[in-house]
């Protein structure tokens, strides 16, 4: 099980590579030292050849539109609703903000096993 260091170095190493790949810049190890090493952020090289290895079995281009185009929580109803109402309401967007977290979770997780 990973701790929330572990999980911080994880997304660390994500950020890097998304902005590597909208700089339209190779994802490799040199160059995710280089983006954590700019943000003065210590490489942590288990998790960048992790990740690597990760993304070398998908098409990360694929993978952004696919999150890109996860539904997003219903607009508020027009009408304004009672206090019972209203906290209904904020489970079901709650539950479904978490569904929609623990799935793209669950893609991420993939990436780190």
């Known amino acids: 099980m990973v701790n929330g260091y572990g999980r911080l170095r994880e997304m660390e190493c994500i950020y890097a590579t998304l902005l590597l790949h909208h700089a339209g810049q190779e994802i490799n190890e040199e160059n995710l030292r280089k983006v954590l090493k700019a943000a003065n952020i210590e490489p942590d090289e288990v998790k960048i050849k992790s990740l690597l290895a990760a993304l070398s079995e998908i098409d990360l281009e694929e ?8 539904p997003m929580a219903p607009a508020a ?3 304004a ?23 793209a979770l669950e893609g991420l997780s993939a990436l780190f096993g």
């Open 81 to 103: 609703p009672t206090p019972a109402e209203e906290k209904k309401e904020e489970e079901k967007v709650e539950e479904k903000k978490e569904e929609e977290e623990e799935e």
């Open 77 to 79: 109803p027009a009408a």
């Open 63 to 70: 993978a952004l539109k696919s999150a890109a185009a996860m």
